[in-house]
């Protein structure tokens, strides 16, 4: 078993290289493909120590870099980071044991190597604990499979199912990979792995056929000019009192350069690192000179709304997006802003705080306190574009934009700050599952970012400009909107969960008759 368990961690880490920036997806069929191999014949015990060793190695070579915002930023001791980061990796890792466990008692209702366990019930129970990895303690959806394909031909199911339905798909083509060799290989009949076989193809190329279908039309009759400001504020100093005069100058300075009649400027999140109730003498001087340039300017600031006690107890810190340069002069609270709903944990809330507050006071991390704002909040409204809008990690959750977006939605927007990641390969994944995003809605997706990638993507889902990381920029585009809906815009994962249902009756009928 040593050495089944040391090819599982192999198989789960060479799964890192089919995202961004290596793109090599078909590793992401043979790390999955190889995981039902190795667990399709197992006892529970067996199949857990696999699962268990299968995810240490995926979350080991996928979110290693989490450890530079814990040790250089957290400014914790290297042995503690390596510890905390190793807590990190093995929690993640108990929900691809969890699945393999699961799948080791349904051997008893499925068979070994059949086509009920490998193609039916397999993807289903990785989607459950998929689902539950992105949903327990708000969860953390980072690298699902899925967003490994957006080279392949599966890229065109995107706009079709999303990516719970490509994740879905997926893991149904290595069942049946995995079902089509070990038929060919035992005295199983041939017609069955010639059935497994043809389904396996029609998945995997049927996608070309309406690769090409534009979902959505450009309205060339419309076009927005952005100006997306990199200020390229280094994570060390950025929340530092001595920097914030600095960082303000170095905004404005690449803003005033970049005023011009109708112009939409979009700022990083948070890059005032500062409350806005503190900053109301700037922000009404930026107001007023975006308004004489008949420009409008999105902001990311924090929003510490007054608690019952006044100012220095019991508040609110929002992550805020906020329109300046409206014709309205701006007078706080104004209602034309975005507040971040879904916050990332101990970077910006502590779960199950009463327990884990001493682990959020070790990581020391600034504006970790935050609430969340609505989970349905309207459309971000600048120089009469509508925008469907996401701060960093939530551009990652279909779901939440899905909830968001409207039928009139001009464009998809996300400010980010990643920063925190250094020179890794995470912003290079996080711009990888924005790409998805303007595949799914059939948006150009506009993206602002403190020290990169600040990109234009089209609504196929491809890079049109970027900025290179880690340079003080402005990246200027003009882009026309798209109007018209995406299967996936249209009805959600409705879809999704009809595929589902389908696979679980067709598992009771078989098992029944």
């Known amino acids: 078993m040593f050495k089944q368990n ?3 961690l192999i198989f789960g880490g060479i799964a890192v290289f089919s995202y961004a920036p290596f793109h090599i997806w078909p590793l992401a069929f043979v790390s ?3 995981l039902l191999w190795l667990i399709a014949d197992k006892t529970k015990k067996q199949a857990m120590l696999l699962g268990l060793s299968w995810g240490i190695g995926y979350f080991t070579a996928g979110i290693h870099w989490v450890y530079i915002s814990i040790q250089q930023y957290g400014e914790l001791p290297t042995l503690v980071a390596i510890i905390v980061l190793g807590l990190l990796i093995v929690y993640l890792s108990l929900y691809p044991m969890l699945f393999t466990v699961l799948l080791s008692i349904a051997n008893r209702f499925t068979g070994q190597f059949s086509f009920k366990q490998l193609v039916l019930v397999a993807p289903v129970l990785w989607q459950v604990t998929e689902f539950l990895r992105g949903y327990i303690l708000t969860g953390f959806a980072w690298l699902q499979l899925g967003y490994s394909q957006l080279d392949s031909p599966l890229r065109a199911y995107f706009p079709l199912v999303g990516i719970d339905g490509v994740n879905l798909l997926l893991t149904i083509l290595c069942g049946l990979f995995v079902y089509c060799i070990k038929t060919i290989i035992s005295k199983t009949p041939k017609r069955h792995a010639l059935g497994a076989i043809i389904a396996l193809i029609t998945i995997f190329f049927a996608p070309i056929s309406f690769n ?9 009759t419309r076009s927005a000019n952005f100006a997306l400001i990199q200020g390229n504020i280094p994570q060390s100093i950025r929340w530092t009192k001595d920097q ?3 960082t303000l100058q170095t905004y404005a300075k690449l803003t005033q350069e970049n005023f011009e009649n109708d112009k939409i400027i979009i700022w990083s999140e948070a890059s005032i690192t500062d409350y806005e109730i503190n900053q109301q003498s700037f922000l009404q001087y930026l107001d007023n000179e ?4 008949n420009t409008e300017i999105a902001v990311g600031i924090i929003d510490y709304r007054f608690g019952e006690t006044g100012y220095q107890a019991n508040g ?3 992550n805020t997006l906020l329109v300046l340069g409206e014709k309205e002069p701006y007078q706080y609270p104004t209602t034309n802003r975005y507040q971040k709903h879904h916050l990332v944990p101990f970077g910006e809330f502590t779960p199950l705080e009463s327990v884990l507050e001493p682990i959020a006071e070790l990581l020391n991390i600034p504006m970790s306190s935050m609430k969340s704002g609505e989970a349905n909040q309207p459309q971000l409204q600048i120089k009469g574009f509508k925008f469907t809008t996401a701060i960093c990690y939530e551009v990652i959750l279909s779901h939440l934009m899905w909830q968001n977006f409207t039928s009139d939605s001009d464009f998809l927007l996300t400010v980010s700050n990643d920063a925190w990641f250094g020179d890794s390969i995470a912003p290079k994944q996080h711009l990888q599952m924005a790409q998805a995003r303007a595949l799914e809605f059939g948006r150009p997706l506009i993206r602002s970012t403190n020290t990169g990638i600040t990109a234009i993507i089209d609504p196929h889902g491809n890079i049109v400009k970027q900025l290179p990381q880690f340079k003080t920029a402005v990246l200027s ?3 026309s909107p798209t109007t018209g809906l995406t299967p996936y815009a249209r009805w959600g994962n409705w879809p999704y969960f009809a595929m589902m ?7 009771f009928i078989k098992r029944r008759s």
């Open 32 to 34: 999955f493909a190889g």
């Open 212 to 220: 090409n279908i534009n979902w959505t039309t450009i309205d060339n």
């Open 316 to 318: 609110d810190l929002y």
């Open 244 to 246: 914030l005069n600095d």
């Open 6 to 8: 040391l090819l599982s």
């Open 477 to 479: 585009a003009t882009v």
């Open 290 to 293: 975006a308004r004489a340039h």
């Open 501 to 507: 249902a389908l696979m679980l009756i067709s598992l």
